[in-house]
């Protein structure tokens, strides 16, 4: 089993008005400075504990995170801590200039020493404000430039690319992945057929515990299975990637006070906009997904609540049973949570790497 | 601007449009307007030629042999020099061309070109035919596969390109090149691109994106505005502009 640490990188927010998109006067020199200050207290804490994998993500305009360029936290991630592996997980393509995206994950790729994992996503709507992408443009933006992506990893010759959304004329992207072909790719799935697809094309797949639900999650897995089965591979449980949120306190009464108090595990609080403003943003969202709601498999669970909560031995009971249920062997798990606090999150970390990591090791 | 029958010297010929000559060789389906040609034809002379040994003109042995013909007809239709493209079998007639008289030909463009080809490569199934020319095969209008006498003809031709002797003579090709693949080509791998890259020392390479072997028919908008810029521009279309 691998256990990874992701970390959005909060704002230190105590006590500032919430809403997406945070207000540039909320930002302060000294918060910030906090907030690295709090990130990396958690991954030493991780890879003093031997976690396998430090994992980022790309979020913007919000306190819920200070990486909107994944990489460059990828970079410091490698500098900082050497010999762990670094899951970008990952570029928002539509975000993006796809030939950027292939030389810095090659960069990070050589600066791990080829210790490099590697996610694609297309964004949630809000995203597409960031830089004015056409939100109806994005999933075929997404397709294309992934495909680009990969052949600028594997064009053993300089070429141009005449696409429907993107145009070069010379490719030569310097320097290529230490692994070669490229890293392994992880891919979200929603669905088992986008699991079958994943399996035929040889990637990971990367379930969002909190977005699909895990019976479905299952399913996902077992599509996953016969995908690579079928193209006469064996299939790694290693390669399953579980994203999941974890909330571990020194019983399970206080645990699910927390829960219940904190709402946590409420991530539609990272891009809920601020109260005053929430007519304006309805418009907005209206626009970014057409009128409909907006798309995702099935919604959070209600009300929303970690994936994982509770004592020690309650965590570890929960996390075999999902291992079990689910079929992941790839645990990227995030500890932190808007509408926690900072030591208590710590504390959470503190708490699963003493009394739920050494059960889960020993159960391997 | 459609194109009209014509003839160019003794071929038969689809002609339209004003500008400088750009010289089309098809494919094995035979002689047909695919619409990125006449979307070219607002710029360009658009000359797409009949080839030897379609229609009921005598086949040619070799692919020498049919460049001299399309050279000939060319010269006698006043044509000195031109822009010379092809697709797929037309392709290797063009390249032929090209290498037996440079001084004619004023830039190369290779669409899906059927001369380099992998080891031990053998043709789609003919269920797998029509996925292989079209990203969209079902789509109405479409021309017609190869007739299969001319399918025979164009088979025992490219099974006698000898490919090393070939390789061999790429390197001394003076000419601007462009080759151009589509990204689900599945007639022959656009990984192939690279060959002639690394070959042809003035050769750019290009991916069109969602287009299959017939890239013309499945992008015609993205194949004229490159073919078009390479046509004008040379190697110069890959200096971003601000027209």
């Not at chain 2, 797409?48 to 229609?55: D, I, N, Q, S, Y």
């Amino acid at each position: 089993m691998k256990i990874g640490l992701w970390n959005p990188v909060e704002y230190a927010a105590e006590g500032l008005p919430r809403g997406w998109p945070a207000a540039p006067r909320h930002w302060s020199p000294e918060r910030g400075a906090e907030s690295l200050r709090r990130a990396f207290e958690l991954y030493d804490l991780a890879v003093a504990a031997g976690f396998d994998v430090l994992s980022v993500a790309e979020h913007h305009y919000g306190f819920g995170s200070l990486t909107p360029s994944p990489s460059l936290f990828a970079a410091a991630l490698a500098q900082r801590y050497p010999g762990t592996t670094i899951g970008v997980l990952g570029p928002i393509l539509p975000l993006a200039n796809p030939i950027r995206v292939a030389e810095e994950i090659a960069m990070v790729d050589l600066l791990t020493g080829g210790r490099t994992v590697v996610g694609f996503f297309r964004g949630i709507p809000n995203e597409h404000l960031v830089y004015g992408t056409p939100p109806e443009a994005t999933s075929e933006m997404f397709r294309e430039a992934f495909a680009l992506v990969l052949r600028a990893w594997t064009e053993p010759e300089t070429f141009g690319w005449e696409g429907r959304h993107y145009r070069y004329r010379t490719i030569s992207p310097w320097p290529r992945p230490l692994q070669q072909p490229h890293p392994p790719i992880v891919s979200g799935v929603t669905s088992p057929e986008a699991a079958a697809w994943v399996a035929a094309s040889g990637y990971w797949p990367g379930i969002f515990g909190a977005v699909v639900p895990p019976d479905r999650a299952a399913a996902c897995v077992e599509a996953w299975r016969d995908g690579v089965e079928a193209r006469g591979a064996t299939p790694d449980d290693e390669h399953v990637v579980y994203r999941a949120r974890i909330y571990v306190a020194p019983s399970d009464e206080e645990a699910e006070r927390d829960v219940a108090e904190r709402r946590l595990g409420d991530s539609r609080s990272v891009v809920a906009p601020a109260p005053e403003r929430a007519a304006s943003a309805a418009r907005v969202l209206a626009a970014l997904t057409g009128g409909g709601p907006p798309r995702g498999a099935g919604g959070p669970p209600s009300p929303p609540r970690p994936e994982f909560a509770g004592g020690p031995e309650s965590v570890a009971e929960q996390l075999r049973a999902s291992r079990a249920a689910i079929g992941w062997g790839f645990l990227d798990a995030v500890f932190t949570d808007p509408n926690l606090p900072h030591e208590r999150a710590l504390r959470s970390l503190g708490l699963f790497v003493d009394r739920v990591l050494p059960t889960l090791r020993n159960g391997r | 601007m459609r194109l009209g029958e014509a003839h160019v010297g003794g071929l038969r010929a689809l002609r339209g449009g004003d500008g400088p000559p750009l010289v089309h060789l098809h494919g094995a389906a035979g002689l047909h307007a695919d619409p990125a040609l006449e979307l070219l034809a607002d710029d360009f002379d658009v000359l797409a030629l009949e080839l030897p040994g379609f229609g009921r003109s005598p086949a040619p042995r070799t692919f020498d042999e049919a460049a001299v013909v399309v050279l000939d007809a060319l010269a006698e239709a006043g044509i000195e020099t031109c822009a010379l493209a092809g697709t797929s079998f037309g392709a290797v007639v063009a390249l032929h061309a090209a290498l037996a008289a440079p001084e004619r030909v004023e830039a190369l463009v290779l669409l899906a070109p059927a001369a380099l080809r992998p080891a031990g490569w053998r043709p789609p199934a003919p269920e797998e035919l029509p996925r292989a020319l079209f990203v969209r095969p079902d789509r109405e209008g479409l021309p017609a596969p190869a007739r299969p006498e001319d399918g025979a003809f164009v088979a025992a031709l490219l099974d006698g390109l000898d490919q090393e002797a070939l390789r061999a003579r790429l390197p001394a090709l003076p000419t601007p090149t462009l080759v151009a693949f589509g990204t689900e080509d599945g007639l022959f791998p656009p990984e192939l691109g690279s060959d002639y890259r690394a070959l042809i020392p003035g050769c750019s390479f290009v991916l069109v994106w969602d287009a299959a072997h017939e890239l013309g028919w499945d992008r015609p908008d993205a194949v004229a505005a490159l073919v078009g810029d390479f046509v004008l521009r040379h190697e110069a279309f890959a200096v971003g502009t601000t027209g």
